[in-house]
């Protein structure tokens, strides 16, 4: 069934992706190498900022291709890693004013949808 056709009824399902499908490889990769590290350097804080940087860096890609549900994911977890990331708080506020303007609640935290997979031509 396509997820797209839940889009027109709220709270029936795990909200659907919508926006400009992008590649996310690179960032992908960022966070995987990144949460990597991470999970090697668990007590390493320079590691955790850095996983919420790439996190960051695709919830901000993810923002500008207006895929607004998956980058708010993305977004919260980089908030999760580093409490303080001021530009991650700064999106995830105006995500959720888009989707107040739109009168449409935004996914709650864990219910994002992963990023739209690009087509392969």
Do not use: C
Not at 5 to 12: D, V, Y
Not at 22 to 42: E, G, L, P, Q, Y
Not at 43 to 66: C, H, I, Q, S, V
Not at 72 to 100: M, N
Request: aromatic share 6%; proline share 9%.
């Amino acid at each position: 069934s396509d997820p797209r056709a839940a889009n027109g009824m709220p709270g029936q399902q795990r909200p659907a992706a919508t926006g400009d499908p992008i590649d996310t490889t690179k960032f992908d990769n960022a966070i995987r190498d990144a949460s990597a590290a991470a999970k090697s350097n668990i007590n390493d804080p320079a590691a955790k900022k850095a996983l919420a940087d790439a996190y960051y860096e695709r919830g901000f890609a993810l923002t500008e291709a207006r895929q607004y549900a998956a980058a708010l994911g993305d977004l919260r977890r980089a908030i999760k890693l580093d409490p303080s990331h001021q530009d991650a708080k700064k999106w995830i506020d105006q995500i959720v004013s888009i989707y107040q303007m739109l009168k449409r609640e935004p996914p709650k935290e864990g219910e994002e949808p992963s990023p739209l997979p690009m087509k392969k031509a």
